[in-house]
């Protein structure tokens, strides 16, 4: 009741940050191994508190909801044959996406074994069999690519890197892996980092179909990811929080 209660002061911003270090030491007092089973909207998270997403939700009861609202909005608007998910982690966009049915398939990339764990659980115990997991990264050429765990404080910045990896994941084009032609296509991409070869290596698709993409971007990326754009016929339609919307879909 309690924790229901302050989830509409939480979309406060200042109560929020008021209220966010003594609810976290309630849920320490209430959950003494710190996860358990929340439902967020119709959803339901094996959450841990230890990890700054999964509190978020237990805490609030949301995650990215403005961005997840506005693919949403354009699903229904243009329909949808295809929703990928890159950077799955816990699996929000992808289940929500199945849930409303909004898309004909769905299909979540996460090479991160410790996360692919509770996103098949949440696929699961949320009745959403018909979300294809692929185990892979997902980059602008075929291979293998070292990948940096990050602890449990954000799992979900767990990303691909060049130097000092923890472990080798294998690498697919998206052009590669998902071929499609003539076909509605919406994609959201959050993978620290990685986004441009998330990209590069999904040309084709945007070339041969209608694209709506979601693609993480912090302000230092923005300048090429207005580069990549203009090269592939993409305009920016919104931005928001670190998120930036591109389409070639019709107005």
Not at 31 to 44: C, E, I, N, S, T
Not at 135 to 145: I, N
Not at 210 to 218: D, G, K, L, Y
Request: charged share 25%.
């Amino acid at each position: 009741m309690l924790l229901a209660a302050t989830r509409a002061l939480g979309r406060i911003p200042v109560m929020r940050k008021w209220l966010k270090h003594p609810l976290t030491g309630l849920l320490a007092r209430l959950w003494p191994d710190g996860r358990q089973v929340v439902r967020k909207g119709g959803l339901l998270y094996l959450v841990d508190i230890r990890s700054v997403v999964d509190r978020h939700i237990a805490l609030w009861g949301w995650w990215e909801d403005e961005q997840l609202a506005l693919m949403l909005d354009r699903m229904r608007r243009h329909g949808c044959d295809l929703f990928v998910d890159v950077g799955a982690n816990l699996g929000t966009y992808a289940m929500e996406v199945a849930r409303a049915g909004l898309a004909a398939r769905v299909v979540a990339f996460k090479p991160d074994p410790r996360t692919l764990v509770r996103l098949r659980y949440h696929l699961q115990i949320n009745g959403l069999p018909q979300v294809e997991v692929v185990e892979k990264g997902v980059s602008a050429a075929r291979g293998t690519a070292g990948f940096k765990l990050v602890d449990v404080s954000n799992p979900g910045m767990s990303r691909i890197v060049t130097e000092a990896p923890d472990l080798t994941v294998e690498t697919v084009p998206l052009d590669e892996e998902l071929p499609m032609r003539g076909a509605r296509i919406f994609v959201k991409i959050d993978v620290e980092g990685h986004e441009l070869e998330v990209l590069a290596g999904m040309r084709g698709l945007i070339r041969d179909n209608r694209v709506f993409i979601q693609v993480e971007c912090f302000p230092p990326l923005r300048p090429a990811l207005d580069a990549f754009a203009a090269e592939t016929g993409l305009r920016a339609v919104a931005h928001i929080r670190d998120d930036l919307f591109l389409t070639n879909f019709p107005d």
